[in-house]
C-alpha cells in the first residue's frame, strides 16, 4: 500500500512517464528545482545580512543584501534554463553477453541559441548521476551509460536522471526520462565447452568420415576448388591491392565442411541455460573457425552459412529462446 502510494505520488509530483518513444522535449513543468545546501546557507547569510541592515539602519546593507538576493535568483532562472527545452533521444545500443555490461547511447540536442554546460545524467536507481556534459548551442551530445546485463533476452534501460548545478551551485535542477531502449542480451557462452559436434550433412563427394575434426587448415586456393570451402572470412580480411589471394578450407579425407548445431540434439538433463550457453560457445567456435555451420533451435531453422549476419540471426534465436521476442 506504501510502495503503491509512494509510487503514484511520485508520477503525480515528479511527472513520472513510462517509456517513451522518439524524441523527448523537456517542458518547463518537467524540469523540477530546489535550492542545495550551498544554498540553504546562502540564504540563511541572506537572512542575517537582511537583520543587520534592519538593525542598524545600513542602507549600504539593505543595497548589498538586495544585490546578493538579485544574484541568487539569477541563478535560480539559469540553473532551470540549462534544462529546459533541450531534446532527448534514444541512441544505438549493441548486443553484449549476459555478465557484461549493456551499453545505452542517449542523445541530448540543444536547438536554442545558448550553451549548456555541466548536464549530470544516471540511471535513477542509482542515485545522484555520475556523468556530465555540455551541448553547444544547435548541437548534439551523446552520453554512454551502462548497466550489468544479468539475464538472456531483451534488457530495458532503466529511467534516466538529468541534474544540473549551473552556473553557482545555488539550486539544483533535475528532470526525468524513461527512453524506449532495449539491448539485446545473449546468453553467457559456456567455458570449456565440448568440441564441435562431429555429425554434420554429408559431402557431395560422399567419402571419407563426415565430422569437423577433418579440418586441417586453410591454404591458398587452387582451380577446381570447391567454392564452398573458399575461406570467405579470410578472404575479407586481406586487401587484393595488398598482395591478397583467395584462400580454401583444407580438409582431410574429403569431409564435409558443413556443421549441423541442433538445439534439440543435446541432452535435456544439462539444463535449458546450459545448453542455450553451450550453443552460443559453439556458434563463436564455428565462426572463429570460419567453418559453415546450420543452425536449428525450436520452430527456427537457418541453413549453413557464415559471418556476422548468420552469427547475430543465431545469437538472437538462443537469446529469445522461450522468452516473448518483444
Not at 161 to 181: H, I, K, M, N, V
Not at 254 to 263: I, K
Request: proline letters at 7%; charged letters at 20%.
Amino acid at each position: 500500500m506504501l510502495a503503491a502510494a509512494k509510487s503514484f505520488a511520485g508520477r503525480w509530483l515528479f511527472q513520472l512517464r513510462d517509456s517513451e518513444p522518439g524524441e523527448v522535449v523537456l517542458t518547463r513543468r518537467r524540469v523540477f528545482i530546489l535550492p542545495t545546501r550551498p544554498g540553504m546557507a546562502f540564504c540563511g547569510l541572506l537572512l542575517l545580512m537582511l537583520i543587520g541592515a534592519i538593525n542598524y539602519n545600513l542602507g549600504l546593507g539593505f543595497a548589498l543584501t538586495f544585490f546578493t538576493g538579485s544574484c541568487a535568483i539569477a541563478d535560480m532562472v539559469m540553473t532551470a534554463r540549462n534544462l529546459a527545452q533541450l531534446r532527448l533521444a534514444p541512441g544505438r545500443s549493441m548486443p553484449v553477453f549476459a555478465g557484461e555490461n549493456a551499453q545505452f547511447e542517449l542523445r541530448l540536442r540543444n536547438p536554442t541559441t545558448r550553451d549548456r554546460f555541466a548536464i549530470w545524467l544516471g540511471f535513477q536507481r542509482d542515485g545522484e548521476p555520475l556523468l556530465a556534459t555540455d551541448v553547444a548551442a544547435g548541437s548534439d551530445s551523446a552520453v554512454q551509460l551502462s548497466t550489468p546485463a544479468k539475464e538472456r533476452g531483451w534488457c530495458a534501460a532503466p529511467r534516466v536522471r538529468l541534474a544540473t548545478r549551473f552556473p553557482l551551485g545555488l539550486f539544483g535542477a533535475w528532470s526525468y526520462w524513461q527512453p524506449d531502449l532495449k539491448v539485446l542480451v545473449y546468453p553467457y557462452p559456456e567455458q570449456n565447452a565440448p568440441p564441435l559436434p562431429t555429425t554434420g550433412a554429408a559431402s557431395e563427394e560422399g567419402h571419407g568420415q563426415v565430422g569437423l575434426d577433418n579440418f586441417a587448415g586453410i591454404r591458398s586456393y587452387q582451380p577446381g576448388d570447391p567454392m564452398r570451402h573458399l575461406a570467405w572470412r579470410q578472404i575479407a580480411r586481406h586487401d587484393p591491392a595488398h598482395g591478397g589471394q583467395l584462400v580454401t578450407k583444407h580438409f582431410e579425407g574429403g569431409a564435409t565442411a558443413e556443421l549441423t548445431l541442433d538445439f534439440d540434439a543435446l541432452p535435456a538433463s544439462i539444463g535449458l541455460e546450459l545448453r542455450l550457453s553451450r550453443m552460443t560457445a559453439w556458434v563463436l567456435a564455428a565462426e572463429q573457425r570460419g567453418l559453415p555451420y546450420a543452425f536449428r533451435i525450436g520452430d527456427q531453422r537457418y541453413p549453413a552459412a557464415l559471418g556476422e549476419a548468420h552469427q547475430a540471426a543465431c545469437l538472437r534465436a538462443l537469446a529469445l529462446y522461450g522468452k516473448e521476442a518483444a
